[in-house]
């Protein structure tokens, strides 16, 4: 009898950002994060994706948590985001940051910088 293994091979899009900008993917069914870790120092969030569907399902926060225990584990200091003003629902993403604890603290043209202090258990 034949027994079929499955192996989860990283989607091409993971491929292209792990190669080309340095970026650490996390790949879900629904959704992905992408980040750059600098050990002991921070961790930049650069993107976050959840489809439609999923978005108020808890699936955001599993990424989330995810990331958030990336970065606790390589005893990052912080956790970085940005949010380009220019991009459809900013506001929302904006919102979503302030409920996990971000706070605004530089802004870019049109980008805005977020920070989270690690030890902030909440969110």
Not at 79 to 105: H, R, V
Request: hydrophobic fraction near 40%.
């Amino acid at each position: 009898r034949l027994h079929c293994i499955e192996v989860q091979v990283a989607s091409l899009y993971k491929q292209f950002v792990e190669e080309r900008e340095g970026a650490k993917v996390i790949e879900t069914e629904f959704g992905f994060a992408t980040y750059v870790l600098k050990p002991s120092e921070h961790l930049y969030f650069v993107e976050f994706f959840v489809v439609k569907d999923k978005r108020n399902t808890r699936e955001a926060l599993k990424l989330w948590l995810n990331v958030q225990k990336i970065a606790s584990e390589a005893d990052c200091k912080f956790i970085i985001g940005s949010i380009d003003t220019t991009t459809a629902n900013w506001q929302l993403s904006a919102t979503l940051m302030k409920k996990c604890k971000f706070e605004p603290y530089h802004t870019e043209g049109s980008l805005i910088y977020f920070k989270k202090l690690l030890g902030d258990t909440n969110g």
